[in-house]
Structure formats: structure tokens, C-alpha cells
């Protein structure tokens, strides 16, 4: 197929994914790239302002419609700004394709600093993304457009980078549409299967473990929770994949005491899809069950941080309605104690967070179900938006996977244009908010139905908590917050207040029915502390 340029090639292969709303900054080293996707009637350009927010709405779109996002950049510094997102996007393993600029392929490696030059940035591309390369030449480009795009599909899923000279975009192309070659799906061990099924149907007091991996397979977990009456635990990825308010759903409380006691109790532990992240299981100090049965499609997942019994290389929703199959029934008082702790770790933790329940609650009440929820790296997110607030679809659950601060705004504003018929909320601290304070120009000009709840409490709260907990002074917490009244205003943006726990039902409900954006501020020196302050799972030497 012929294109006129670049710009052409490259809408006609985000159509082929079903991409409608692209995020980027215009460049003169991809101008005709944006001028193509901007000039489309099918597509739409988001001109965020930094390019580390472009790739982090690029990931949110596609996690929040369950497939791939797109982003464009510039060459150089602009890549190089985009490459902390494209580390979280590798992270969580989420489809995101990158295309950046790069200068004239004459001058490509010369070293003369050719304006917006780098050195060996393909190299760079190359550390943070799952795939990177280089269009050679006009007649490559769609073939390395649709091997960078199966590349990010394929599971496990990542960021994939494509560098662009821009002579090369302004080319005629001529595409020979080849397809891009299929990964071969992983083909569990039969020994391994019969094993792990005997064992699984011996189990009294089963437990399943589902993290990110499971989400691709909710209907083939939910049959596996219901057929085994098991008790269902998530990582903080693994939400939603079976609906939180179902009985048998404990959730992302592995580390609370219930949840370690279950743990220990547990005959067999079933996990599905998760890496065991530091941060869920106490610095790697969770103990789990010897009858360990791990289902990964990842091969260097199992067994990398917790011993496994029975290693099951495949796809989740290949091997799973295979240990259906051969389940038996928990025994009834398990599944009861199951469902009892369930409701106890959601009380406790509901009744630790203190006045922040009412937003809590709030949310929980007006958002529709299924809605999306990103979150920031904040307190609220880490104590109770990660855990209390109920999911009910994997594809509402978007947050910074890595644990990178600032990256809130940009995820809420990608997944708010991928689902734009319903509203979206946006928790963030003040202090993350400040990293990419410009975006909120790109919420006033692009007006999405997007709820921005900031939680206010005058710098890095969380470091300040473990200073004061573990130190005799603070260093580099408390910051300058803006008048958030007056910083909405001057962005054309609807302002709201809570300061008080009876007025966090009628301000979210307000802001979540509203058609357009809404900065929420929620002031928490005026609500008041937690009655226990959140500090993060990380171990702090003491003398």
C-alpha cells in the first residue's frame, strides 16, 4: 500500500488497533506525524504538555479500554522525558507504542549535535521498553510499526518504542502490509498440569492469589472461586478480576494479620499471574503455604520469589478451566471464615483511616460501577484507595504499578478520553500533583469528565510520616502549596472543597454527575489526621 507520508502510514496503523485518541508534543522532528493524526476525523490529538504525561495517558487509555495506547515525542530531550512513564509502563506490563522523532538519517549517529540530537537513543529506548527500533528506511516503516505493536500486545505486555528520522516521515511510503509474526503461546507441562490438579482437588482449605496476569481470565477465576469455595487474595494488579463484593473476595489484605493467619492456615495456595511485589508481601517477608501451585505465562516469574511446588508455564485463561475441572469443594466452615475475614479487614481499615472514610464512602456511592479510579502515589491511594475502595473491573484500576510519584494526573486524563460516557476520578496528593502541575492546562482545554480530588496536606506526606516515625527531624517534606481555590480559577476549572467529613458526599456527588472537570481539593488539616498514621511497607535500619 502507498502512503503519502509517515503521517499517513501511521493513522492508518492506529486505526488497524482500534486507537482513537492519540497524546503527544508536536516537534519539528514529528510534525508530520501529528499533523496526520490531528487532521484525521477518526482520531484525536491530545497536546499534553510534558512528554512523560503523553506516554503515562497513552497507558491509562489503553488499561482503562483493556488494549494498547499511543503516544508521540520528540527525539532527545523529548524521549529522553518520556522514558520515566515508558519504566512504569514496563512495570506493569501494560501496551503502550511510543513512536519518537530522530534526526535526519544522514546525520543519524554522527555526533555533530544536530539540533534535538542524543547520543545511542535507541540504547536508552532499548533499557526502558519491552521493544525498540529504528525505521531503516520508507519502505520499513509499517513492518516495524506492527512487529513494535504485537510486541507491546503480546502478554506479557510492555511499552514499545519506535525512533522515526524525520526525513524518513516526511517520505512516501510503500508498505508491503507484511504481518507481524505471532509470539507461540506458552504450552503448559502436562506432568506439572496432573500434579497441580491432584493437588488442588486434595485441597480442604484452598486459597487463590490473582494478580495482573489473572485479569485476561476473569470469567475462567470466577468459575475456579466458585467451583473450590476458595478464598480469593489480589495484589494491588489483580483487582477487580473477579467483582470485590463478592463473598469470597478478600482482597489486596494478604499482609494484615487475618490475612497472614489464612496464609498459614491454607493447605494449598493457588497463584495466578503476580510477581509478588515487594510492597505486598512485606518486603518479601509474607510466608506462603509449601503447597505453592504457580500459573504464570512468564517462565521467569515462577519460582523467582517464592518456591513453587507445581510450575505452571501458560496462559491463565488456557490452564485455569483445566484446575476447574478437577476441583473439589472447600470445606464449608473455610469459606465461611474466608467471607468473615473479608468483612474484617474491610472494617478495621475503614475504621483506622478515620475521616477520610467519608471520601472513601463517597466515592464507593457515586462513582458507577466499574468507573475508573487512578490513582496517584499518595497516602489515600496507598492505604485505603489500593485496598478499601471496591473494584469490580480490572480495567477501572489504574495506578503508577512502579511506585513513581506524579504520574496520577496524566494516567486520569488518558483512561477519562478512552471511556468518556462515564466519569472518571483522580486521587492525588498535592505534592505528586505539583510534579505535572501543567497538565492541568490539558484538562482545561480538552474538558474531560474527570474528578480531580487532591488531597492537601502541605508536601510528601508520606515521607513525612516515616521521619516522624523514625527520625529526630524532617528533610524535604514540607512544601509551598498553591491556593487551589485560585489555581482552578485561573484554569477555568469548577472548584470544590471538603474540610469536613459531612460535606465529602455532596461534593463528590456534585463533581462526579458534572459533565466536564472538577478540581476537588480535600483539605486535611481541616478533616483531621487518621487515626493511625499510614507509613509504607519498607524496612528503615534503626539504631
Known sequence: MQHHNGGELLVAHLKSLGIDTVFGIVSVHNLPLVEAVDADPGLRFVPVRHEASAVNAADAYGRARGSIGCALTSTGTGAGNAAGSLIEALSSGT?????TGQVESAYLGSGRGFIHETKDQLGMLRAVSKYAATVPDASSAGRVLREASAAALAAPGGPASVEWPIDLQYAAQDDAGEPAAAPAAPVVDDAELAAARALLASARRPLIWAGGGANQARDELLALVEATGAGLLTSNSGRGSVPEDHPLV???????PAGRALLADADVLLTVGTHFRSNETADYGLVLPEAHIQLDVDAAAIGRVHPARHALHGDAAAVLP??????????TAWSARVTDVREQVRATLHENI??????????????????????????????????????????????PRGGGIGQGLGMGIGAALARPDEPTAVIVGDGGLAVHFGELLTVAQERPRLTLIVFNDGGYGVLRNMQDQYSERRAGVDLFTPDFARLADACSLPYARIGDTTEAADVLKAALASDGPTLVEVDLVALGPMKKPFTPPVKIPTA
Open 322 to 331: 483445566e484446575l476447574t475441572a478437577a476441583a473439589t469443594r472447600a470445606d
Open 95 to 99: 501496551a503502550v507504542l511510543h513512536v
Open 250 to 256: 478478600i482482597g489486596n489484605f494478604a499482609t494484615t
Open 354 to 399: 478515620g475521616p477520610q472514610a467519608a471520601v472513601c464512602d463517597a466515592l464507593a456511592a457515586f462513582l458507577p460501577r466499574g468507573a475508573v479510579v487512578a490513582r496517584d502515589v499518595t497516602i489515600p491511594s496507598s492505604s485505603w484507595g489500593n485496598r478499601l475502595l471496591p473494584m469490580h473491573d480490572p480495567r477501572a484500576n489504574v495506578f
